[in-house]
Structure formats: C-alpha cells, structure tokens
C-alpha cells in the first residue's frame, strides 16, 4: 500500500497569512482607484453646473448672481451642498466678445482615513446675448 503524504504542520495557516498580505496591497489600490472615478465624477459635475450657470447668467434679462443661483441649484440637486459653498461669477470677455464666468471651488474629501481632499477649481463661460 502506498503512503498518503501529508503536509508539514509548519504551513498551517499561511493561507490566512498570504491573504492578508496580498490585501495590504490590494484595499489601498481599490481605494485609490474609486477617489480617482469620485475626484472626476465631481469634477465633471462642476463643470456642467458651472457652464450651466453661466448660460443662465448670460441671456438678455439676468445677471451674474442669477447665473451663481442656477449653478448652486445644478449642485445640490446632483451632488450636496457642500459643494456649492464657493460660486462666483463675473462679467468679462469671453473669446473676444462680452461675457459671463461662473467658477466653482470645492475640496473632494479623501476617501480613505487619511490624506488631504482633493481642491477642485472649475469655471463656465458663456457669450452675453445683446438686444436686437
């Protein structure tokens, strides 16, 4: 009859210990990847919001704040309130004719228990209509 071999009893566990090892690596990769989708997704929302606004603010019967009062309704309605802290809008040029800026700052916050946010600074123009 044959022998069944049987494994030393020096590899008990290590299976547990190969897991936890690879994890250590593995959560701050993951971590790391679904910051960056946040960081853009927030980045993107801004951005819209902010070029949203400064349309608003650019028609032939509002102005600046109501173009900051539409990009703050754009943030709160798809992100949070937080976001929407600091709005700002100016009148300028804009290609060369008169125009409207609407620009967003905002701190995406880490994910992780540690690490600085991320500052995000965004901006939105749009030509000014002129009466006929």
């Known amino acids: 009859m044959a022998e069944t071999a049987t494994p030393p009893h020096g ?9 936890v090892l690879a994890l250590v690596v593995l959560i701050p990769l993951v971590l790391g990847i679904v910051q960056v989708g946040l960081v853009l997704h927030v980045r993107n929302t801004l951005t819209s919001a ?3 606004g400064a349309r608003h603010a650019a028609t032939l ?15 709160e309605g798809a992100l949070t309130g937080r976001f929407a802290r600091d709005v700002t809008a ?14 967003v700052r905002a701190v995406v916050p880490p994910l992780g228990l540690w690490g ?5 600074t965004v901006s939105g123009s749009a030509v000014e209509e002129v009466a006929p």
Do not use: H, N, Y
Not at 116 to 120: F, K
């Open 116 to 120: 600085p946010g991320v500052a995000l």
């Open 50 to 52: 902010a070029s949203e």
């Open 11 to 19: 590899d008990r566990g290590s299976a547990v210990v190969d897991f």
């Open 90 to 103: 100016s009148t300028g040029s804009v290609g060369g004719a008169p125009g409207v800026v609407v620009t």
């Open 61 to 75: 019967d509002r102005g600046p704040g109501d173009g900051v009062a539409r990009t703050r309704a754009e943030i």
